[in-house]
């Protein structure tokens, strides 16, 4: 067999053969691979039938050459392929380490939209993993091991850029099915444009299927930390705030927490600026301390719940009281800090429970009723422990 790659015309999804391809003339083919720029010879691979013979493209002395281009090597972009017959010429899926998180309330939704659709209507978008690793991009495999340019196989690399979910979707409903079943097959499209900035190309993709939060622009930011000129405090701020949200903060807790400042939270619109601009992302956390982050840490190891310390409402309370303490004139940062640190060691096992335990209230305020949220009733406990705790060290 030689080493060219054929390439099928149009997608297959359930209920047909995912390795079928193009039913073409030898002549058609020789026509359409002799118009591929990244063609320097057609050579039609003897282990492909007939029908999945279309566009092969293999370089002199069956050596891959080396390119900056987000294509992989032998794939036509005008074509749509499947996933299985990608594989079965040799191409292995790879992943950027850093990525949008699978969400699996939209795992389920695309899961019961193939059901109703009987297929995939919508392809993923891959590029080559060669492309993602020049461009500063971490790209592991399938394994989780880092993938280098020394890789002798990293130009049979492709990745994901847009379309995970349905690739989880995909497995998911494959896992489901009876051994007579067909499985049901991705197809996968190239970009159009083979010198594209993937950090963009990635943004930009996944906005037109589902609106980003802006936490979620954090995944282009941080697969461009290697990118020359990133002040690398600001690299290590963005990773920080992606873990924060990864436990399950929100995103205002986030920043909070990460910078040491509130009201600090960079709006989706600054985000998305930064994806391309040095200083704009430099500037993103301008003014900020690692004091934040020191308090993060007191409050998961005093067994505070999670879902109260990635509350906006505590998170707010526990930097404007970090503040407050240093506003007064009689303590640095640091000794705030330290101050703070104290009083979370404070909290008795029963103070622990009484802050977990925390649960939504309404109260009569100018004879209007006003619900009170378990984080706001949270902040109050801690407010009262924080109060009888300073008196005792005064």
Same mark, same amino acid.
């Given at each position: 067999?030689? &080493? ?5 015309? !149009? ?32 050579? #039609? ?12 493209? !293999? ?9 900056? !281009? ?27 380490? @850093?990525?949008?998180? @699978? &969400? ?15 297929? #995939?209507? !919508? ?17 592991? =495999? ?38 007579? =079943? ?15 900035? @993937? ?52 995103? #205002? ?29 430099? =500037? ?98 801690? &407010?009262?422990?924080?109060? =009888?705790?300073?008196?005792? @060290?005064?």
């Amino acid at each position: 067999m030689s &080493n060219s790659f054929s390439a099928p015309s !149009s997608h297959n999804s359930r209920g047909t053969d995912p390795n079928n391809g193009v039913q073409e003339s030898n002549e058609q083919v020789m026509k359409e691979g002799n118009a591929h720029e990244a063609s320097t010879q057609i050579d #039609i691979p003897t282990a492909l039938d007939e029908n999945e013979q279309a566009i092969a493209v !293999s370089s002199p002395a069956n050596t891959a050459p080396k390119t900056t !281009s987000i294509i992989p090597i032998g794939i036509d972009p005008s074509r749509i392929y499947t996933i299985d017959w990608l594989k079965k010429q040799g191409f292995k899926k790879a992943r950027l380490r @850093i990525n949008r998180g @699978i &969400n699996p309330r939209d795992v389920k939704k695309k899961m019961k939209s193939i059901k109703r659709s009987l297929g #995939i209507i !919508s392809p993923t978008m891959m590029v080559s993993a060669r492309a993602c690793l020049e461009q500063g991009l971490d790209v592991e =495999d399938e394994n989780g091991d880092l993938l280098t340019l020394d890789n002798p196989d990293i130009d049979l690399y492709i990745v994901t850029i847009d379309g995970q979910h349905r690739e989880e979707a995909v497995a998911s409903l494959n896992r489901e099915l009876k051994p007579d =079943d067909i499985p049901y097959s991705i197809p996968v499209i190239f970009p159009q444009v083979r010198n594209a900035n @993937i950090v963009t190309l990635l943004g930009e993709s996944n906005i037109s299927t589902r609106p980003w939060k802006g936490i979620e622009y954090l995944t282009p930011l941080l697969n461009g930390l290697n990118i020359p000129g990133v002040n690398e405090d600001v690299s290590e701020t963005l990773k920080i705030v992606y873990k924060y949200a990864k436990d399950g903060c929100s995103e #205002i807790a986030a920043w909070s927490y990460a910078t040491g400042t509130y009201k600090r939270q960079p709006t989706a619109s600054r985000l998305y600026a930064a994806q391309t601009d040095v200083k704009t992302r430099n =500037d993103l956390t301008a003014g900020s301390n690692k004091f934040g982050r020191a308090i993060y840490a007191d409050l998961q190891e005093a067994k505070i719940e999670q879902r109260i310390i990635g509350s906006k409402e505590v998170s707010s309370w526990f930097i404007e009281k970090l503040h407050e303490l240093v506003s007064d004139g009689k303590k640095t940062l640091e000794e705030a800090t330290e101050t703070i640190h104290g009083f979370i060691k404070s909290l008795t096992d029963s103070k622990v429970a009484a802050i977990n335990q925390s649960g939504g209230r309404t109260e009569e305020i100018n004879g209007a009723s006003h619900k009170l949220s378990r984080y706001h009733v949270a902040c109050e406990t801690f &407010n009262s422990f924080l109060s =009888d705790y300073l008196k005792n @060290i005064e």
